[in-house]
Antibody
Framework: QVQLQQWGAGLLKPSETLSHTCAVY????????WSWIRQSPGKGLEWIGE???????NYNPSLRSRVTLSVDTSNNQFSLKLTSVTAADTAVYYC?????????WGQGILVTVSS | IVMTQTPLSLSVTPGQPASISCKSS???????????LYWYLQKPGQPPQLLIY???NRLSGVPDRFSGRGSGTDFTLTISRVEAEDFGVYYC?????????FGQGTKVDI
């Protein structure tokens, strides 16, 4: 049974960098793409980007300039950095496994951007 | 790809059927013969949970009262007899093309 456990800061000030990590327990880390998705009341569910074991990435064009994904294969973890956050980045952030669709999700972290 | 769900809210009586429509702005049928359309249910405080993959395949453990059908750009999720545990927000997702995109969600009240 695959489990995704995520952690990271929940309160940020404008212009700061969001930094979150997701650990994968159980199952294979190798054959999937590992995604970040966020959910806000205003924009619904929005895919941020994904990375695979080799470090190959795909980003949502709407966020590409501010997003960096990285992977740590020795610990089966992957990470998200989102720079220069604003109030518009306030959302619940999820990590998820993608194999076609997103079949396993982390628990989600509410991130609030406020001065 | 834009995903459009209707209705955006639905009040249902337990035991009655319910259907949600999802339309995509482009065909979700791939040359590999798969249709990259997925259905999710999200309950408050939880991440979305996958119900249906590739348009009509139920995930293991999902009750058989849930069914997905459709092709190309038009899809439907049907609950044959709604139960109290089926409340929440239903989303469709396409992943034939990056970025994967979700519908706006359909809130189902029991």
């Amino acid at each position: 049974q695959v489990q995704l456990q995520q952690w990271g800061a929940g309160l940020l000030k404008p212009s700061e960098t969001l930094s979150h990590t997701c650990a994968v327990y159980g199952g294979s880390f190798s054959i999937y793409y590992w995604s970040w998705i966020r959910q806000s009341p205003g924009k619904g569910l929005e895919w941020i980007g994904e990375i695979n074991r080799s470090g190959s990435t795909n980003y949502n064009p709407s966020l590409r300039s501010r997003v960096t994904l990285s992977v740590d294969t020795s610990n089966n973890q992957f990470s998200l950095k989102l720079t220069s956050v604003t109030a518009a980045d306030t959302a619940v952030y999820y990590c998820a496994r993608r194999y076609g669709g997103f079949d396993n999700w982390g628990q989600g972290i509410l991130v609030t951007v406020s001065s | 790809i834009v995903m459009t769900q209707t209705p955006l809210s639905l009040s249902v009586t337990p035991g009655q059927p319910a259907s949600i429509s999802c339309k995509s702005s482009q065909s979700l049928f791939h040359t590999d013969k798969k249709t990259y359309l997925y259905w999710y249910l999200q309950k408050p405080g939880q991440p979305p949970q996958l119900l249906i993959y590739e348009a009509f395949n139920r995930l293991s453990g999902v009750p058989d009262r849930f069914s997905g059908r459709g092709s190309g750009t038009d899809f439907t999720l049907t609950i044959s007899r709604v139960e109290a545990e089926d409340f929440g927000v239903y989303y469709c997702l396409q992943s034939i093309q990056l970025p994967p995109t979700f519908g706006q969600g359909t809130k189902v009240d029991i």
